[in-house]
């Protein structure tokens, strides 16, 4: 092939946004996204959404284990954002993270390149915009990453996949419920729950969101994309089998619904078995007084009839929820996103270096509304935590360790507000305990890492309880949720050195302080542990001007 001729392909394919192989590479998939304001009317009041290229929802990212993401973002906005890509380890490339503790801001009118690779990695996630409030007004998208060729999953290939992001829908702007929050108010109730950006209104003239051939196996991922409420999922007249979660393909029970939490996703196998005509698939908001519920179309090709009226019930109460938890296994037979068995990995047998407790609570000192973990309310810096540390300024920006391992004995409402950074030595196996003292469900999200759910239980935390571990088949991923008046326990290896944002998925709690930075310094200044900072990483605050440091060798 010419000169000429591998340029004119490689540009070809960067404004297609598709695979282009390297010699010397894995494959890279190039994308351009412009992001602008748009006015929609997604549960029956205009309003202003974030758009992508025009789309609301924002397009899907059809990845395969090992590819390399490149993404153009041009920020059209009249302020700064950033995307966060959930659920993506970014391993040794917390610079790609995207979340205000690791990236300057893309500022309106500029534009900034991502670039990372899907490691070692399968299953469904999503992402979405990560500053702020911005998640209110749309800007996310389906992210799926698929296995390769030469490692087989543990089931036929579907006839198609389709994603489906559900969530809670507030109908007044991403500023202003920005606005309430920082006057001190809560956000209240929201008004919709929306499927992929609608809600059918089962009159005869919705649209289909997917369509089924009779007698045919399709592939669904179920993404709870909201700001406050546990979700669940369920097709009417069909089961799910239940395949994979968060990137671990689990034992394959069947499931007539599913709960899903805020921040987390399911892949799920439905099969077109009944009459030919038109069903719902149903998402309704769980643990509310005022339920909310979103349906969407399912069409039979060929099939004749609308969908029924009648819509299947949602389980009530959320011991239910903690019994389907205590259902999900780790399929130790399946391989993983590299060709060996992924329950070859005994984490059960691993002794804990480091056991930390985490406690949320909420402040209303003088009018003021403030979330925090173990008396600490995260508060953003002007510089990202992971440039002050790494120019050497980070004793400017932030202390490590203002957080204690255990909540305070005396832990009431009061707050103390500063950057809230724990610093993580690496390679060590730990321990993470989420107690929920509130009366509404939690759910946290770990970046950089996934980690094993190893249990769920009502009551207080004692070290006592870990006779009730599960150490075998706990399902490995990065969301877990806590009921109310309950506790979480998660384990990991600390082997992924950066600095990663531990939060609470429910929106206002993060956005007032209910999160943490995770550092995993390298031990030495060394590509083996970590990537250099890309050359077109932005600088801002105190590092901007500063001369970089010497790259790793």
């Excluded at 985490?358 to 309310?377: E, H, Q």
């Excluded at 690496?426 to 950089?448: A, C, D, P, W």
Aim: proline share 7%.
């Amino acid at each position: 092939m010419g000169g000429v001729t591998r340029i004119s392909v490689m540009l070809v394919c960067l404004l297609a946004g598709v695979v282009f192989p390297t010699r010397a590479e894995d494959p890279y998939l190039y994308f351009t996204w412009n992001i602008t304001y748009g006015t929609l009317a997604p549960a029956g009041v205009p309003q202003q959404v974030i758009l992508i290229n025009g789309e609301f929802p924002g397009p899907n990212i059809n990845s395969t284990s090992n590819n390399n993401v490149v993404i153009n973002v041009f920020n059209n906005l009249d302020e700064p954002f950033l995307f966060h890509w959930a659920g993506i380890q970014q391993r040794k490339n917390s610079w790609q993270d995207g979340v205000a503790g690791t990236n300057c801001p893309i500022q309106p009118g500029a534009n900034f390149t991502y670039k990372f690779q899907v490691k070692d990695q399968i299953g469904s996630y999503f992402y979405y915009p990560s500053l702020g409030m911005h998640r209110a007004a749309g800007g996310f998208g389906g992210l799926r990453i698929n296995s390769r060729l030469l490692i087989p999953v543990p089931y036929a290939d579907p006839e198609d996949d389709y994603t489906v992001l559900a969530g809670d829908w507030y109908t007044k702007s991403h500023s202003t419920l920005a606005k309430l929050l920082d006057s001190g108010r809560a956000l209240g109730r929201p008004q919709a729950l929306l499927v992929n950006g609608q809600n059918a209104k089962g009159d005869g003239t919705d649209q289909p969101l997917f369509t089924m051939l009779p007698g045919k196996t399709y592939k669904y991922r179920l993404c709870n994309v909201g700001l406050k409420n546990s979700v669940n999922f369920r097709f009417q007249n069909h089961q799910m089998k239940l395949v994979e979660m968060e990137g671990s393909h689990t034992v394959q029970n069947v499931y007539d619904s599913l709960d899903v939490h805020l921040g987390q996703c399911y892949g799920v196998l439905v099969t077109a078995d009944q009459e030919p005509k038109d069903y719902y698939i149903v998402a309704s908001s769980r643990f509310t007084k005022i339920i909310l519920t979103g349906k969407g179309i399912i069409r039979y090709v060929n099939g004749k009839g609308p969908a029924a009226p009648e819509i299947p019930e949602a389980p009530v109460g959320w011991a239910w929820s903690l019994n389907q938890f205590r259902s999900f296994r780790w399929n130790l037979t399946a391989s993983a996103a590299r060709p060996n068995p992924q329950g070859s990995y005994h984490y059960g047998q691993i002794n804990i270096t480091r056991t930390l407790k985490f406690v949320n609570t909420v402040s209303r000192d003088n009018g003021k509304l403030r979330y925090a973990i173990n008396g600490v309310s995260h508060v953003e810096s002007e510089t990202p935590l992971k440039l002050a540390e790494y120019f050497g300024i980070g004793d400017k920006v932030f202390k490590y360790d203002t957080i204690p391992d255990e909540p305070p004995a005396n832990l009431g409402t009061a707050v103390t507000l500063a950057p809230n950074v724990v610093k993580f030595e690496y390679r060590t196996f730990i321990e993470i305990i989420f107690e929920n003292h509130e009366k509404s469900v939690q759910s946290y999200n770990l970046n950089g890492y996934s980690f094993f759910a190893v249990a769920i239980e009502p009551g207080t935390w004692t070290p006592e309880k870990r006779k009730n571990y599960n150490l075998l088949d706990g399902v490995s991923r990065h969301t877990i949720q806590v009921f109310p008046k309950s506790w979480a326990a998660i384990m990991l290896t600390c082997d992924d050195v950066g600095m990663w944002n531990l939060r609470s998925e429910i929106a206002e709690n993060r956005y007032l302080g209910q999160q943490l930075y995770i550092s995993v310094p390298t031990p030495e200044r060394s590509l083996r542990d970590e990537y250099n900072m890309p050359d077109n990483g932005l600088l801002c605050g105190a590092v901007a001007g500063l001369p970089r440091p010497p790259s790793y060798v």
